[in-house]
């Protein structure tokens, strides 16, 4: 069971949703603008916000950029009617961590929501969660990551990337293998998003991105985590 805050302005569409959830044994709390969403989630710091693209007052790529901007660690499942490659890309840089595009099966939904939530409680209950990589360490409980022992700012996204590679040291992973670990499967999906946040990523744990020796490419197949030269 899990709390969960539902951001959406339609009503019938919030009602079935919330019917929906609440079957799987969700404590569902429904608000219908921006700004309702962003004080329900500051008070009750649920485990996850369903949060509607399209919302009146703040819109929801506002409403996530908010919540990451003041550190709120909640899980971010975002409903979009755009279906274009860039809009998905911007709502996951700034900090979903999945997306479910228009018209969408609730039955999907659901098993959206029961996705994320077991990755993270999987996370949370590995007996030694801290995994080191050279200068690198990442925190799954306490959701931290350090580079040469300053802190790093990572979208939940960006963590989730850094945390699977990091289990696996050296291992290289395809775009696809990643893409699965992060969001699981969705027609709108594309390797782009993989890029993205290793881009980002290695803005924030190289010391020089455009040279990168931690998040390596491999081409023609993928990426891979190592703790610098000489290391696998």
Not at 33 to 58: F, K, N, S
Not at 125 to 132: F, G, H, S, T
């Amino acid at each position: 069971m899990a709390a969960i805050v539902l951001a959406e302005d339609d009503v019938k569409q919030a009602e079935l949703v919330r019917r929906y959830l609440e079957r799987e044994h969700h404590t569902v709390t429904v608000v219908g603008d921006g700004r309702a969403a962003l004080d329900e989630v500051r008070r009750q710091r649920p485990d996850l916000l369903v949060l509607d693209l399209m919302l009146p007052l703040v819109d929801g790529l506002d409403v996530c950029r908010i919540l990451r901007a003041e550190g709120a660690d909640v899980l971010v499942l975002m409903l979009t009617a755009r279906s274009t490659e860039d809009d998905l890309l911007l709502g996951l840089d700034l900090g979903a961590d999945d997306y479910l595009t228009k018209p969408f099966s609730p039955r999907e939904l659901v098993a959206r929501v029961r996705t994320l939530l077991r990755r993270t409680r999987a996370v949370t209950a590995a007996p030694d969660p801290v995994l080191r990589v050279g200068p690198l360490t990442v925190d799954p409980v306490r959701h931290e990551v350090r580079a040469g022992g300053e802190p790093v700012e990572c979208t939940p996204g960006e963590f989730r990337l850094l945390a699977a590679m990091a289990a696996q040291p050296g291992r290289v992973f395809t775009r696809e293998q990643l893409l699965e670990n992060l969001h699981g499967f969705d027609r709108y999906i594309t390797d782009r998003t993989i890029d993205v946040h290793v881009m980002n990523l290695r803005k924030k744990i190289e010391p020089r991105p455009g040279k990168p020796v931690h998040l390596v490419t491999v081409y023609g197949v993928g990426y891979k985590l190592t703790g610098g030269p000489g290391a696998r």
